[in-house]
């Protein structure tokens, strides 16, 4: 089968944030987030080879893994849809309902749930649990294919910008990102901001990328993956109040929270012109108002 993917609707947008504009720094939003509904953001990226591979190779059927809220379930869920493969979604823990598996469903993936502990590793169940004519995508959409194509979207950053910006879960963004700058030359300096406690382990896969301009914040998770404080709340409120733009707890509002204070704190210098990458996620939002 022959697929043909579209370049990803992304504009970069000027963010007016007043604390931002007084640090005298100028900051960006490029919108990942506007790609897809559901698709988007670095899922987005991350997919784009798993999709042509498992196209040209005749795959009928996309298998994954993910957590019970993984927004990457839901964009393969909907990627499926979208481009006509069955999906199955591996999902980790006791079987549950909630937003993100539901819409996985209404787009038609079937969930399998496994405990913790089968779950550990994937290519040891791949081999217990062959399926026909699947097209395995590691979590997270990640792997070899996952970094290429989210390193694709450094093209697309003009060499005006001194700072480009990037939430880290699984750390395959942010590594796409760094080989790809270091493969073109690139002078721009990433920024990479963990959002898991004990993010110090993903340090050694980052340096291997040979691309020496970064900086990787590991002190951003505030707590640990998904947990929220009444201040990051009231942060993404009023962040989202005074541009207009969404920002999940989990990803780019935790991102955000630790970079504001950077920025108001005054460690970039006046004039850098920041991009923060808004990778979608808005998914993970819903639950704070269920
Ligand atoms: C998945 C996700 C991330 C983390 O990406 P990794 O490649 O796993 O580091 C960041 N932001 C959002 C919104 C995500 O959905």
């Known amino acids: ?70 927004n990457h379930l839901l964009a393969t869920a909907a990627a499926g849809a979208k481009y006509g493969f069955n999906t199955l979604g591996i999902v980790r823990g006791e079987p549950v309902k909630n937003t993100v598996l539901g819409l996985c469903k209404h787009f038609g993936m079937q969930l399998q749930f496994i405990d913790r ?26 792997g070899r294919l996952g970094e290429m194509g989210m390193g694709d979207l450094l093209a697309e950053i003009d060499p005006e910008y001194t700072h480009l910006c990037c939430s880290i879960g699984t750390g395959a963004s942010f590594s796409g990102l760094l080989r790809k700058a270091a493969e073109s030359n690139s002078s721009i300096r990433l920024e990479g901001f963990a959002v898991i406690k004990g993010g110090e382990y993903l340090a050694e896969g980052f340096q291997k990328q040979n691309y020496q301009n970064y900086t990787y914040h590991t002190h951003s998770h505030g707590g640990g993956y998904a947990k929220t404080s009444p201040e ?36 970039y210098a006046k004039g850098s012109k920041i991009v923060i990458l808004h990778n979608g996620g808005l998914s993970g939002m819903l639950s704070l108002f269920a």
């Open 1 to 70: 089968m022959n697929l043909i993917l579209q370049k990803p609707y992304s504009p970069i947008e000027p963010i007016h944030y007043k604390e931002w504009e007084q640090a005298g720094v100028e900051v960006y939003f490029k919108r990942e987030d506007l790609s897809h509904p559901f698709i988007s953001g670095n899922k987005w990226r991350k997919l784009h080879y798993h999709l042509l591979t498992a196209a040209s190779s005749n795959a009928s059927t996309l298998v994954t893994f993910g957590g019970a809220y993984s």
């Open 232 to 267: 990051l709340i009231a942060f993404i409120e009023k962040f989202s109040r005074s541009t207009g733009v969404l920002c999940d707890q989990v990803y780019e509002g935790k991102m955000l929270y630790y970079l504001n204070e950077m920025i108001v704190n005054g460690v």
């Open 117 to 142: 502990v089968s779950y550990i590793d994937h290519l040891t169940f791949e081999q217990n649990n062959p399926i026909a004519n699947a097209y395995w995508i590691p979590e997270g959409g990640g």
